[in-house]
């Protein structure tokens, strides 16, 4: 075992060289809101939530490694206030109406939401429009949701070996895309067993003949926020760990 | 017992199901009506705006009348609430969106399944829609949100209790969700 330490709010944190400040502080029960990481997949740092000032400089706590005796804010109003900012803009992007989406209640992107105390999306809506892919026998997809996070990309590329999805197009146009012919699931290899079925933190990967399963009041985020229940993934990981 | 706090509230493009959620806040509205005097309201069908403290919205900006009611609104109340998804995102009614209102009506009233006798209702009485629905901040400015499809009874409970003793008003987790 390492001595390294760092320090979390107040919290002294160990960690093991080459862990992030993400990993270091989950195995400890630190929570760090975030969307695109899980720790099954190489970190991307797209989401930006995981902001955190190291130091007293910004950096994605998913990708930057541990530093001994650092100083780590996390929970502070200036952060808080930026990561609801973040996400008000990522709700205004998309068409994120939980009312008539069946992941609401298990969805991570609500349940940080919650998280970081965000009423309202404040900014003016896009409305985009987006088609549905429900070509698959038992999976739709509903990209009115998709935030971008690319977790299904990577989950299909290291644990499926299929490289069935990828971010297509640049800025406002990045959208996620299907590797097939004719661009539709259906097409696909994809099975609703797949890694990558299974991964994504918002409303996007809709299992067929489902719907409205868990009654509200029992649903994953209905009870405890995100910080004691734990990813939609990898529900309990934090505490798990200790 | 000199001076009641007075609520005004209306739905725009809404369900009504925050007017029932506010209902279900069950017998502490007898608690309630000794804090606070109900003017218009769908409750006592009470149809002109006086001066209020607390101008409750539910519901969207849909159509030419939900603007004029929302202003109303605005210019009467001291403290303008947006309560549950629609009048804070546009919710349900907002699906439409997606698409030209133009097909939404086609869609509606000429193309759909069952439709009978199809033409577009062109009554000038009938307020003119929208090209798109709106969530109410973005026509008038918004001094508070509840958020739900709708907030609970607890919610709203909450909410008004801690708006009449002047407290900043905090929610315990459980009455906090969008859906």
């Known amino acids: 075992m390492s001595n390294s330490r760092f320090v979390i709010d107040g919290k002294d944190i160990p960690f093991r060289p080459g862990q992030t400040i993400m990993d270091a502080a989950m195995a400890a029960g630190v929570y760090i809101p975030h969307l695109c990481h899980n720790p099954d997949y190489a970190s991307t740092g797209n989401c930006r939530l995981c902001l955190v000032k190291l130091n007293g400089r910004y950096v994605s706590a998913c990708t930057q490694p541990a530093i001994a005796d650092s100083q780590v804010d996390n929970q502070i109003d200036e952060i808080n206030q930026q990561r609801k900012t973040l996400l008000q803009m990522l709700f205004v992007e998309g068409n994120h109406q939980c009312p ?10 609500q349940a940080v939401a919650y998280y970081v105390g965000m009423l309202s999306p404040y900014f003016t809506h896009f409305y985009p429009r987006r088609e549905l892919d429900a070509s698959h026998p038992e999976m739709v997809l509903d990209f009115n949701r998709c935030i971008l996070c690319g977790l299904c990309v990577r989950a ?8 069935i999805f990828a971010i297509s197009g640049r800025g406002m146009d990045s959208r996620l895309v299907i590797n097939s012919t004719s661009g539709k699931l259906g097409d696909s290899n994809f099975s609703a067993h797949d890694a990558a079925a299974s991964v994504c933190p918002v409303g996007v990967f809709l299992p067929k003949h ?4 868990v009654p509200i009041g029992q649903r994953l985020y209905d009870r405890e926020p995100i910080a004691q229940v734990g990813d939609v993934a990898h529900p309990n990981h934090q505490r798990d760990k200790k | 017992m000199s001076h009641k706090i007075r609520v005004a509230t209306t739905s725009l493009a809404g369900c009504f199901g925050c007017h029932m ?5 069950d017998e502490r509205l007898l608690e309630l009506i000794t804090l606070v005097e109900f003017e218009r309201s769908p409750i006592n069908d009470i149809k002109q705006l006086e001066p209020v403290d607390v101008g409750i919205i539910e519901g969207g900006v849909a159509n030419t009348d939900n603007v004029e009611v929302l202003r109303e609104f605005r210019r009467q109340s001291k403290i303008l609430v947006a309560i549950g998804a629609c009048a804070i995102n546009g919710g349900i009614p907002a699906m439409r969106n997606h698409f030209e209102l133009k097909e939404c009506l086609e869609e509606s009233y000429l193309d759909g399944i069952g439709v009978v006798n199809p033409m577009i209702p062109n009554d000038p009485e009938i307020p003119l829609l929208l090209n798109k629905v709106h969530p109410i901040h973005e026509v008038v400015k918004v001094d508070y949100v509840l958020p739900g499809c709708p907030p609970s009874g607890d919610t709203i409970w909450t909410f008004l209790t801690e708006l009449l003793e002047g407290r900043p008003i905090h929610f315990p987790y459980s009455e906090i969700h969008y859906d």
Do not use: P, T, V
């Open chain 2, 21 to 25: 959620s506010l209902l279900d806040i």
């Open chain 1, 100 to 109: 008539g989406c069946e992941k609401s209640g298990r969805c991570q992107l």
């Open chain 1, 210 to 213: 489902k719907g409205y399963e």
């Open chain 1, 156 to 163: 299909s590329h290291s644990a499926d070996k299929k490289n």
